[in-house]
């Protein structure tokens, strides 16, 4: 989940299943947040009926470039002014001239923009008791002169006014550009990993649930998964078997 964790979300925390609220508030805005993820496909099954789970081999990141080291430097005063809630410090590190800045947060839909939509996120004082972002892993490149894309991971806590704090993760990707000398960040996406993924690592940490709740909880999430399936989806593929690839 993003730094962007506001109330409209844990409302909707509040108001989930019954399995959801045995888990704690933090566990059950984790979940309810990584239903917004979306589901990758998974081939096979597993004996307990879950999706199993994924991997694929990660060719290692090797030493920092350069570029890796700025980007690096630039997030660390951003994270710093995130944390302390100076957004108009964290606006400035954008690139404002630019009409086709977005911001996607995972907990709004749809992305946010230009800057009337991205300020008016921003702009929402109040609601936070504190925040502690903390940026990793940046691996970047260049696409064009002076513009850079880079991949890196976020680790928040959170304290919501009047809620308890919770603690997650999130993956993402930011365009920036150096524009005088100094980069700035022209564009921003979330992508949080697939719903049963995300629970399953909260799960690693949990201090309330015991490994029977915990599978219980996965195969609730499952089901909602599955309550989701279109009624046409069943036609739909059994009309792609003849015209998909074969491996």
Request: aromatic content about 8%; hydrophobic content about 45%.
């Amino acid at each position: 989940m993003t730094s962007g964790m506001y109330p409209e979300v844990l409302v909707a925390a509040e108001a989930a299943p019954a399995a959801c609220t045995r888990v704690g508030a933090a566990v059950a805005a984790t979940l309810l947040l990584a239903l917004l993820a979306g589901c990758a496909t998974t081939p096979g099954g597993s004996a307990d009926g879950l999706m199993p789970e994924q991997s694929i081999p990660m060719e290692p990141a090797g030493e920092q470039s350069t570029l890796d080291q700025e980007l690096t430097a630039f997030l660390a005063q951003y994270a710093e002014a995130y944390n302390r809630e100076d957004y108009t410090a964290l606006l400035g590190m954008w690139d404002q001239d630019d009409p086709y800045a977005f911001y996607m947060a995972e907990e709004i839909d749809p992305p946010m923009h230009g800057w009337k939509t991205i300020r008016a996120y921003f702009a929402r004082s109040g609601v936070l008791d504190g925040i502690r972002n903390e940026y990793s892993n940046v691996r970047a490149h260049y696409v064009a002169p002076d513009v850079a894309v880079a991949t890196y991971r976020l680790r928040f806590d959170i304290k919501v006014r009047s809620l308890p704090a919770l603690s997650s993760f999130d993956r993402i990707m930011a365009v920036f550009r150096r524009k005088n000398g100094e980069w700035k960040m022209i564009a921003y996406a979330e992508a949080p990993q697939a719903p049963l993924t995300m629970i399953r690592k909260a799960l690693k940490t949990s201090k309330s649930l015991d490994k029977t709740q915990q599978k219980e909880l996965l195969r609730e999430v499952q089901t909602l998964l599955q309550d989701a399936v279109p009624d046409d989806f069943d036609e739909w593929l059994e009309k792609q078997q003849a015209i998909k690839v074969k491996p």
